[in-house]
């Protein structure tokens, strides 16, 4: 036990000083398992390394990726909000409710909350701020809607998190559906009741629009709306595995860039395939490099040992889960989604198991979290992907913003976790 425990504070400590991600999780682990199995450690760690990436499924996080980056190459985002304001604009702070509605469609199409801030932001929050809204209220409904991109699928983390548990990615696609719709409607309704309540925050939309205009705002947009069915239709139908179906959306998504909107040139496209692999090849080695990490600590029995120790406290089933809820919504502040997803997991999962929920249920409440995690400072990327599209605010505002919007999610998160059979709900009928 304390030679884990010194792996663990050589982790922090190259966390701490600024080491990437993936060499602090794989030089720890390497070490543990030298202490452990001495000389054998430098065949055993690339044998983890290439078991976990040598799966079909993971096939799917770069393609997912390469067509979230094509449809953000393309006008699709500012489509999206301009159709939602024009078939939402009778609602009182329609904009920002707008907003919610189209960061959860572009979620579905690009699978990347920092996809859907910079796409629906960029758009969004200047047209708010023309229109006398709140600072607040522009910058935190952005924000916290891009971050559904995480549950709504097709979703990258849904993806990690398969790869490293073994549940069926597309099972955790069917579950991520019934709690992105339900915190995109409580992110609308906390919206239409603070507007009500502070009618400052949100001037009445003197425009309107004719049916006739209203439909025609999906003409821009039906593209990728088609696309997405056809992606998902074919996992759930189980015509197609999720790997298949990404290859079919990054092809879909290359045709709707470059024949519909002809908004690709060749140096774009270029600069487009570089970055996929870029953020594909980071993800991939921090997952390639927690599987050593993890298989240390289930060789020294570390999960065993917390889930022998927690099934044995006095502590109700109830409270232990409340309790890691806590600690991950604590760990997403400091530590980055993917990260999160791949140490966690190995430690966490046997626990949960223990105490008798479902892995699948687990994935969804993991990536629940990850909402909260990407817009909560210090490493909430939303915050400064939003900044970075809107310099007119500041990092201060948007960070300040995002506090009421961050208490609805999490009422959303313990709805789930305390009624887990919400979210197998639809998995089970499938």
């Known amino acids: 036990m304390v030679d884990s425990i010194v792996v663990v504070i050589v982790l922090i400590v190259m966390i701490g000083f600024g080491f990437p991600i993936f060499l602090s999780l794989g030089l720890s682990g390497l070490i543990g398992l030298y202490m452990a199995k001495g000389t054998m450690a430098f065949f055993f760690a690339p044998s983890s390394l290439f078991g976990q990436l040598n799966s079909f499924e993971l096939i799917a996080l770069p393609l997912f990726i390469l067509m979230g980056n094509l449809l953000s190459a393309t006008p699709v985002g500012a489509s999206l909000f ?159 595995t999720p790997s298949e179906a990404a290859g079919v959306g990054a092809l879909g998504a290359l045709l709707i860039a470059t024949a519909v909107f002809r908004s690709l040139t060749f140096s774009s496209l270029f600069g487009i395939l570089g970055n996929t692999a870029r953020v594909s090849g980071v993800i991939l080695l921090i997952i390639g490099s927690a599987k050593i990490f993890g298989d240390y600590l289930n060789l020294v029995r570390v999960p065993q040992t917390l889930t022998e120790m927690l099934m044995a406290s006095a502590l109700p089933p109830w409270a232990i889960l409340v309790s890691i809820m806590v600690l991950l919504v604590f760990l997403g502040m400091i530590v980055d989604g993917v990260s999160l997803i791949v140490v966690t997991t190995p430690v966490l999962l046997p626990v949960i198991t223990a105490l008798g929920y479902d892995p699948l249920w687990f994935g969804i409440i993991l990536v629940l979290n990850l909402e909260i995690a990407v817009v909560t400072p210090p490493v909430g990327l939303n915050l400064y992907a939003l900044r970075g599209v809107c310099p007119e605010l500041s990092i201060e505002e948007i960070i300040r913003s995002v506090l009421p919007f961050v208490a609805i999610q999490f009422l959303v998160l313990m709805l789930f976790v305390l009624f887990p059979s919400i979210s197998l709900w639809l998995p089970g009928l499938m």
């Open 82 to 240: 301009q159709a939602a304001v024009r078939w939402l604009n009778w609602l009182k702070g329609s904009l920002a409710i707008s907003s919610v509605g189209a960061s959860a469609v572009f979620g579905a199409v690009s699978g990347v909350s920092l996809a859907g801030v910079a796409a629906v932001g960029s758009v969004a929050v200047p047209e708010m701020l023309e229109r006398k809204y709140s600072r607040s209220l522009a910058a935190g409904s952005v924000v916290s809607a891009g971050a559904l991109a995480m549950l709504i699928p097709p979703s990258v983390p849904f993806i990690i998190y398969g790869a490293v548990s073994g549940v069926s990615v597309a099972d955790l696609f069917v579950g991520g559906i019934v709690p992105g719709i339900v915190l995109a409607l409580a992110l609308a309704v906390y919206i239409f009741v603070r507007v009500h309540l502070r009618p400052a925050d949100a001037p009445a939309d003197t425009e309107s629009y004719t049916w006739k205009e209203r439909f025609q705002s999906l003409a821009n947009i039906w593209h990728a709306a088609l696309l997405v069915l056809v992606v998902l239709g074919s996992i759930y139908s189980g015509f197609v």
